[in-house]
């Protein structure tokens, strides 16, 4: 099985708002990661988890806060966010978050609008 | 840096013809090679994979093989049908650099295929 869930499927809020995403894979895996993607673009690298440690924050806004909170669940919490934030975030894990032959699955995402 | 460069799209098929989405890389180590597919308002796949020059992969009809002497990962499939229509992405993944294990996506291939 190499199946990663996100909830909600769907998010509108307001910029004062404050909510969260949630990813979960039960692979075993010990690397995740969020993504952001924008219409007609490729997935956008946001954060990367290695055993449940952040190594890698790609200059992320703070109004984007990752959590960790064991090894088989990710949230991203959220707030303040701007029009601009729109996008489809997608989860990811892998095995590890070393080797280049490891493989990255993805979750289905979550469609998010700021108003 | 590394990167990915595939054929702009989109690309347009009658069903049962035959497919070919362009894919070459630059990268600075041995990096594994990936094709990615994305359904409407879905999250990312994976459709096949190689780890290592000659490699082919292989999945649902599609297939692709790590040319390092061309540094291409072109994928084809003989008779598409209405339900590949999708956008296509091609990554890799080199082991360096920060994050070993991060994916260096092109910018999409979107495929419509016609009955």
């Known amino acids: 099985d190499t199946e990663v869930t996100q909830t909600p499927k769907h998010l509108v809020m307001g910029m004062t708002n404050k909510k969260s995403l949630k990813c979960e894979q039960h692979?075993?895996?010990?690397?995740m990661y969020w993504y952001k993607q924008k219409a007609k673009k490729p997935p956008e690298l946001m954060f990367v988890?290695?055993?449940?440690?952040?190594?890698i924050n790609e200059s992320v806004p703070s109004r984007f806060s990752p959590e960790c909170p064991n090894s088989s669940l990710l949230n991203l919490h959220l707030h303040a966010l701007q029009p601009e934030d729109s996008a489809l975030y997608l989860c990811?894990?892998?095995?590890?978050?070393?080797?280049?032959?490891?493989?990255?699955?993805f979750g289905p995402g979550t469609r998010l609008t700021v108003l | 840096g590394d990167s990915v460069t595939q054929m702009e799209g989109p690309v347009t098929l009658s069903e049962e013809a035959f497919l070919t989405i362009n894919c070459t890389y630059t990268?600075?180590?041995?990096?594994?090679l990936f094709w990615y597919v994305q359904y409407p308002g879905e999250g990312l796949q994976l459709l096949l994979k190689?780890?290592?020059?000659?490699d082919k992969g292989s999945n649902k009809g599609f297939e692709a093989t790590y040319r390092k002497e061309t540094t291409s990962f072109h994928l084809e499939k003989g008779s598409v049908q209405v339900s590949d229509s999708a956008v296509y992405f091609c990554?890799?993944?080199?082991?360096?650099?920060?994050?070993?294990?991060?994916?260096?996506f092109g910018k999409g291939t979107k495929l419509s295929v016609k009955p």
């Open positions: 990811a894990s892998s095995q590890f978050d070393g080797p280049s032959t490891d493989t990255q699955y």
């Open positions: 692979m075993g895996h010990r690397a």
């Open positions: 988890y290695s055993y449940e440690k952040l190594s």
């Open positions: 990268a600075t180590g041995y990096p594994s």
């Open positions: 190689a780890t290592k020059a000659d």
């Open positions: 990554a890799l993944s080199d082991g360096l650099g920060g994050s070993q294990g991060n994916l260096i």
